[in-house]
């Protein structure tokens, strides 16, 4: 009996100290929450006395609580598009990648077909087959390399240097100052330095081929007044009716420069005797552009001359890069 009573006293202690304790964390709690509402009350009573609207107030109050945890989401908003820049920059637009891209682009556009303009001299006999000139069987090799090409044949058989610029449309005042020189050079007769064919109405034609890679011949009989300066000077002013040469613009009679795609083919005029010498100048004036026709062997108006002619060109053509 009695250790059945100090047994019910023990509980008896435990639970009064439960409940002790239960009831001490209801007092503080109860207390921490009125300072707190306290302390809220004080402050909006400070916003009023301030001047603030109440109804103000009281929103102001009651979203206080959250305003921390919404400012924080904010943040991380924010910083989520650096990070994804950060972490891709290749969605980022580069305007320099674009413009590459662009210029890739139409680099990779398949090419129109190569133009050419063959004038000058057809080393042909008068009234021959064009289908048999030097401009045909310039054509058909680029054929048979697989060359897409589109040739304007101009050249004029036995016709002069003279007849040459008046059908590129050079005008007839600037070919009768060159005439003129070739008198005063001591020059006399019907030489093709000294005349226009009277059939030029019925040859020329409307010019289309001023975009085209001008491959001109001239160079011959005559001698061009007897000094290689007047030769080089009916190649310019013949180089200068093309569009995509600069500096020939016909009326300048000092040396020009050339700048552009174009071919030059010569052979030494008849009163030239050293072939070696006549190459080396013409060399000099135009460079890798020249192509001499003093090495060919034969008669200048056969077929073979022509197919050697035409074999030059194409060679030449080839090696300035001109066939890519």
């Not at 400012?71 to 590459?100: C, I, L, R």
Request: net charge negative.
């Amino acid at each position: 009996m009695k250790r059945a009573g100090f047994m019910t006293n023990v509980i008896m202690a435990v639970l009064i100290v439960i409940l002790g304790c239960t009831l001490l964390y209801t007092v503080f709690s109860y207390r921490a929450q009125e300072t707190s509402r306290t302390e809220g009350l004080r402050q909006d009573a400070e916003r009023v006395r301030d001047g603030e609207d109440l109804d103000a107030v009281a929103e102001t109050s009651a979203s206080e609580e959250g305003a921390a945890d919404e400012a924080a989401a904010e943040g991380q908003e924010a910083e989520a598009p650096e990070e994804t820049q950060e972490q891709n920059p290749e969605e980022v637009p580069d305007e320099a990648s674009e413009e590459t891209a662009a210029a890739e682009a139409e680099a990779e556009q398949p090419a129109g077909p190569l133009q050419l303009s063959c004038r000058g001299e057809a080393w042909q006999a008068d009234g021959a087959d064009p289908a048999a000139g030097w401009p045909a069987m310039l054509g058909a090799l680029l054929e048979n390399d697989g060359v897409d090409t589109v040739i304007t044949d101009a050249t004029w058989d036995m016709a002069g240097s003279m007849s040459h610029l008046r059908l590129a449309g050079v005008s007839e005042e600037t070919v009768n100052g060159f005439i003129q020189k070739h008198r005063d050079a001591g020059l006399q007769g019907d030489v093709y330095e000294m005349v226009v064919r009277e059939d030029l109405a019925d040859r020329y034609v409307e010019r289309t081929d001023q975009q085209a890679i001008p491959v001109i011949s001239l160079g011959y009989n005559g001698g061009y007044g007897r000094t290689l300066d007047g030769l080089k000077r009916h190649f310019q002013v013949m180089l200068g009716t093309y569009d995509l040469q600069e500096g020939t613009d016909g009326t300048n009679d000092g040396a020009m420069a050339i700048s552009g795609k174009y071919i030059i083919v010569a052979h030494l005029p008849a009163t030239w005797e050293d072939p070696e010498s006549f190459d080396r100048r013409m060399t000099d004036a135009w460079g890798d552009h020249y192509v001499s026709l003093n090495d060919i062997e034969g008669d200048v108006l056969s077929d073979a001359y022509r197919q050697a002619l035409a074999q030059k060109v194409y060679d030449r053509l080839e090696a300035l890069g001109y066939l890519k």
